[in-house]
């Protein structure tokens, strides 16, 4: 038996505790640009903000996103596992390859932010806050009922 699969079930928990942690991060991030935003348009303070947004990227998102990422690839290079995926691994996997995406754009976000570049306003962020729950709805179909 090979040493992946011997593992698999602690790659799989491994995966899963970062993905809640990562998606803890997902689902606040854009709220806290909402809130930073909302302060900058009432010229109130906000810096606390730039302090709490830095922090949820830098301590929790980025490492868990890698983690991630890490335990998936283990899981997924086991002997056997992609000559038998089904249709529902990859809109799965192009759903997570999307919240990357968006992690990133979330990052570089916070980077504009800190820079002082606010080119959009609050509403912006607040409708953007739905994508993490959307993919988060595809993702557990895919993986739970497997649809195709």
Do not use: C
Request: aromatic share 18%; proline share 5%.
């Amino acid at each position: 038996m090979s040493i992946l699969s011997e593992y698999y079930r602690w790659f799989l928990a491994f995966h899963l505790i970062s993905v809640m942690f990562w998606m803890a991060g997902m689902y606040y991030l854009p709220r806290l640009f909402v809130y930073h935003m909302e302060a900058f348009e009432a010229n109130q303070p906000f810096h606390v903000f730039e302090t709490m947004e830095v922090k949820l990227l830098r301590i929790i998102m980025n490492p868990a996103m890698i983690a991630a990422w890490f335990f998936a690839i283990l899981m997924i290079i086991r002997p056997g596992f992609l000559e038998s995926a089904e249709w529902w691994f990859w809109i799965k996997l192009v759903s997570v390859i999307i919240l990357t995406g968006f992690h990133m754009f979330l990052a570089k976000t916070r980077r504009n932010l800190a820079d002082g570049e606010f080119a959009r306003p609050s509403a912006f962020y607040r409708k953007i806050n739905e994508i993490p729950p959307i993919l988060t709805v595809i993702i557990v179909i895919m993986v739970i009922i497997k649809p195709f």
